[in-house]
């Protein structure tokens, strides 16, 4: 089955930190996918069931990777750093760092897709091409395992625990908004 670029998970832009948590689960499975059909398939033609599933998983990062990242660096992170909360001041630390493996990860996302894009265009890859998208996808799949682990087990729970429902609501505004999204409250159902 394959998923949808913008297809939701779970939460909605009214639990914003909740649909954080889902694009990781989106990351995850569009990674494996860029990671077997590359390991499966070394650069040879592809099927066409592979060939769409790699350029699905391409095109995710491409559209939703920048969209996530700004998410974190420019709606949640900001609002974490203005904390007084004695945990959020424990993982600003972690929060740097993770701005840093952003930053490898946009090196290494530019790089693979323009190897993906090559092998898409002309139908396979060399050796040498094959190799380095290889090398590429599993620092990728380094840089992502220890981030994804850190903001699921750190600073998302100490955001839900920190930030006041009115910050949680304008990160959800702002998600929704980098999207071209309308922004639904959460329903009350008293």
């Given at each position: 089955m394959l998923l949808k670029v913008n297809q939701s998970v779970g939460h909605g832009f009214d639990a914003p930190i909740g649909l954080l948590?889902?694009?990781h689960r989106r990351v995850e499975r569009f990674l494996g996918i860029l990671v077997t059909v590359t390991r499966n398939w070394r650069g040879q033609p592809l099927p066409p069931s592979d060939l769409a599933a790699l350029e699905q998983a391409r095109r995710y990062f491409e559209v939703a990777g920048p969209k996530h990242t700004a998410d974190e660096e420019a709606s949640l992170f900001p609002r974490l750093e203005k904390s007084a909360d004695e945990r959020v001041r424990a993982v600003l630390q972690v929060m740097r760092a993770l701005e840093t493996d952003h930053r490898a990860a946009e090196s290494l996302h530019a790089?693979?897709?323009?190897?993906?894009?090559r092998w898409i265009q002309r139908g396979s890859l060399s050796v040498e091409d094959a190799a380095a998208l290889s090398g590429d996808l599993d620092q990728l799949a380094g840089i992502y395992g220890r981030h994804i682990e850190?903001?699921?087990?750190?600073?998302?729970p100490a955001a839900a625990r920190a930030l006041s429902p009115s910050e949680i609501e304008e990160i959800g505004r702002e998600m929704a908004a980098r999207r071209n999204v309308p922004y639904l409250p959460p329903v009350d159902v008293r």
């Open positions: 948590g889902d694009c790089s693979s897709d323009a190897l993906i894009r850190i903001e699921d087990t750190e600073v998302f």
